[in-house]
DNA sequence: TAATTTTGTTTAAACGATTAAACAACTGGG
DNA sequence: CCCAGTTGTTTAATCGTTTAAACAAAATTA
C-alpha cells in the first residue's frame, strides 16, 4: 500500500491550514474563502488523488453512514432481493450497508450486532430469529436506531416492516376453499416466530369460517435443520394419510422448493391430485411445471420503507411506526376449480 | 441514543489511566500489569456495558477488518451465495463485509470502489464487469489488496479465482455431441468479459475437434438490458430455423432461468424436442420437469480461496495468485443418449 | 548500601479529520 | 483618523483509541 494523501499533504502543498483544506473540500464557508485558493486547494487534492479518509471523519463527526443489515442468510433469495433493495435506498441516501447471517444463531446474532454496534453503525436492518428478543431489547434499551424486516415480536414495541401474515394466509386458504378443495394441509416452521404462527392461525380461521373442521394431522411443523429430509417426511406422511390431502399450502418460499423437488420426483399432478400454493416467490416457483399460485410479499415495497423508517430514526425521529403490508395471491395453474365446487360469492 | 461508554470512563471510575484500560482490555503487556487492578478493570467494562470504539482504533491502527465486496447484484443467486460464503470465511477472521452491486455500471462501480476505500477497507473481493478495467488497473497501482472472483481480465495481472470456463462449456458440448446431438446451439451475452467468450470458445472448439462445422447462426449473443425479453427472443429465434437445433447450451443462469420458463410456457419436450445444459445452478433448474444438466461451479471453494487469497493479500503476501478451477458437469434428465448416436470412447 | 532490574503505571503524541474561536488585514463610514 | 464590519485564514481542541517512552516504586543483586 502506497502512502496515503491527507489533508496535511495538501495543506502544506497549497501552503495553506488544514483547516482551509477541509472548508474547501466540504463547501464549508462558502463565501469567505478566496476564489484563487479554492480553486488551487482543489486542484491539487485531484492532483495527488486525495481521499477522504472516511474514518478519521466518522471518529470527529459521530457518524459512520452505514447501515447494518441482519437476516438470517444472504443466500435466500427472500434475502438477498431485500438486500438489493436496501443496498439502494442505502446507496441513494449515501449510506453503505454491511451484512451479515445470523443462521438461525443466537450467538452468532449476539456476535453480528456487537461487531456492527463496535463499528459505530448509525443503524440497523434486522430479520430476527425467534432468539433475537433478548438483544432487541437490548437495542431498544440503548436507544440505537433499528427496524425490524418481515419478522417482528408482537409484544414488544419496535419499528418493523412486515406482511400482514394473518390475512394472507388467511386468502390463501379461503381460494383453496372457493375453488372447492376441503382437505387442506399445511407444511410449515415450528418455531414461535409471529410471521409464521400468523400464517397458521389464519389458515386455522380461514377453515373455520367456512364451516371446515381443523384437523391438526393436516398441518406438520418442521425444524429448522434438515430442512431437505424434514419437508420430504413431511409431505409423504400427508400423501399416505387415510384420507389424502387435496391442497397443500406452504409456509415459506424454502419449504416450497423443497416440496416441490419431491412432488416432481414422486411424479404428483399438480393441481389433479394435489393443489399447491406457496408463501413468497422465487423463480423456482415459475419452471415448476404448473407454474406456481402464491403468496407475492410486496419485497421492495418493505425494504424501501424499511430503509425509509431506519433513516428518520437515524435523523432523530422518535415515532414507532409499524407497518403489516398487504400481499396478494397471485393466481396461476397450481389451483383450480375443482368438482365439489361450492359457489364462490 | 445514549452517550457512550469510552476507556476514560471506565479509567476514571477504576482511578487509573486510559493507557492501562487499553492495555487490559487488549490483553497487551500480559506479565506487568497487577491482576487485581486487571480484574477491576474488566469488572466495570462489563459494568459499564463498554464496547471499544472500532472507528478510533482503526484510525489508529490504520486496520479496519473491514473487506469491499462488489458484485454485479447481490439479488442473483450466484453473488449471494457467494457472498454467504465469503461471510462466512470473513466472519472467521474476524472481517465484515460490505457490500454493494455494480449493476453492470462503469459509474456505479467507480462510486463503490471509492466508498469502500475512503472506508479504508483492508482490501477487495471483486466479480467485476466488463467496463471495469480501468479502476482494476488503478487499484493495482495504488497497491490495494484485492482479488477478482468468477470474471477477470487475461491481460491484466492480478489476483483470481475464477472458472476453467473453456474446459467447461468444452466439456458440456462434448457431452451433447456425445448423446448424438449435432444442432447444438448456444445463448450467451454479447460481452467482452473474458469468462463469457471462454465459454463460446470452448463451445466453438468442442464442436470443431469432432468435425461438426460451426454455425454462427446457432449462437445468440443478447444484452444486458430487457434479459428477459431477449431471451425470448433468441430463444424462438433458434426454434424457428429451418434446420431446428436438438441441444441448446445456456451460458448463465440467468439465461437459463428465462429460457426455462419459455420452453414451459412453449410446451417444449426437454430433452425429447430439445437437450439442454445449463452453466451454473439454481433451485430452479431442479424444479424444470426435466431436471437439468448443469455445469456446476465449485462455488465453496471459489468463495473460500478467493477470502484466502484476499486475506494473505492484507497481510502483506504479494506473490499473484490465479485460479482456474476445474467444474463439474452434473448430467440430469434434460441430456440424453439419442438416436443418432456416434459411440462415445 | 548502592546499583540494577523488575514491576506496575502514567504521560503524551499520534491517527486524520472537523470546527469554534481567534486573529489579521482590509474596507468604508462618520 | 478611528472604529466597526467584512473577508480570509489560522490556531488549537477534539473525537476514542494505541503505544513508545518515561517514570516511580519495589525487588534483586552485588
Known amino acids: 500500500m502506497m502512502k496515503k494523501i491527507c489533508l496535511k499533504d495538501i495543506a502544506e502543498k497549497v ?3 488544514t483547516a482551509l483544506v477541509s472548508y474547501v473540500l466540504n463547501n464549508k464557508k462558502e463565501g469567505r474563502i478566496k476564489k484563487s485558493v479554492a480553486e488551487k486547494i482543489r ?6 488523488n486525495y481521499r477522504t ?12 453512514f452505514t447501515i447494518g443489515l441482519i437476516v438470517a442468510d444472504i443466500s435466500n433469495p427472500f434475502s438477498s432481493n431485500m438486500a438489493r433493495i436496501i443496498e439502494n435506498e442505502a446507496y441513494k441516501n ?4 454491511i451484512f451479515g447471517s445470523s443462521d438461525h444463531n443466537a450467538a452468532r446474532f449476539d456476535k453480528l450486532v456487537d461487531t456492527f454496534l463496535n463499528r459505530q453503525v448509525d443503524g440497523l436492518i434486522i430479520a430476527p430469529g425467534e432468539n433475537a428478543v433478548a438483544q432487541i431489547l437490548l437495542l431498544r434499551q440503548q436507544r440505537i436506531p433499528f427496524v425490524l424486516v418481515d419478522r417482528y415480536f408482537p409484544d414488544i414495541k419496535t419499528n418493523y416492516v412486515a406482511l400482514d401474515n394473518y390475512e394472507a394466509s388467511w386468502a390463501a386458504t379461503q381460494h383453496f376453499i372457493n375453488c372447492g378443495y376441503q382437505k387442506i394441509a399445511l407444511i410449515t416452521f415450528n418455531t414461535s416466530l409471529f410471521n409464521i404462527s400468523e400464517r397458521k392461525r389464519g ?9 371446515i373442521p381443523f384437523d391438526k394431522n ?3 411443523e418442521i425444524g ?11 409431505l409423504e406422511h400427508l400423501l399416505a394419510l387415510n384420507e389424502p390431502i387435496e391442497a397443500l399450502l406452504f409456509a415459506t418460499n424454502a419449504i416450497a422448493t423443497y416440496g416441490l423437488k419431491r412432488i416432481n420426483e414422486l411424479n404428483i399432478k399438480v393441481p389433479e391430485q394435489l393443489a399447491l400454493i406457496s408463501f413468497d416467490k422465487t423463480d423456482a416457483l415459475d419452471l415448476f411445471y404448473a407454474p406456481l399460485t402464491y403468496i407475492n410479499q410486496p419485497l421492495s415495497e418493505m425494504g424501501r420503507l424499511a430503509t425509509k423508517v431506519l433513516l428518520a430514526a437515524i435523523e432523530g425521529d422518535d415515532t414507532i411506526t409499524q407497518l403489516n403490508l398487504p400481499a396478494e395471491l397471485v393466481i396461476r395453474s397450481s389451483t383450480v376449480m375443482s368438482k365439489k365446487q361450492d359457489s364462490p360469492s
Not at 449515501?94 to 450497508?97: F, G, I, M
Request: net charge neutral; hydrophobic share 40%.
Open 15 to 17: 501552503g495553506v491550514s
Open 224 to 234: 429448522n435443520d434438515n430442512m431437505k429430509a424434514a419437508v420430504e417426511h413431511a
Open 43 to 48: 486542484e491539487v487534492a485531484l492532483e495527488l
Open 218 to 220: 393436516l398441518v406438520i
Open 94 to 97: 449515501n449510506y453503505t450497508v
Open 203 to 211: 389458515y386455522i380461521d380461514a377453515l373455520k369460517n367456512n364451516g
Open 53 to 64: 479518509n472516511q474514518i478519521a471523519k466518522s471518529l470527529k463527526t459521530n457518524k459512520t
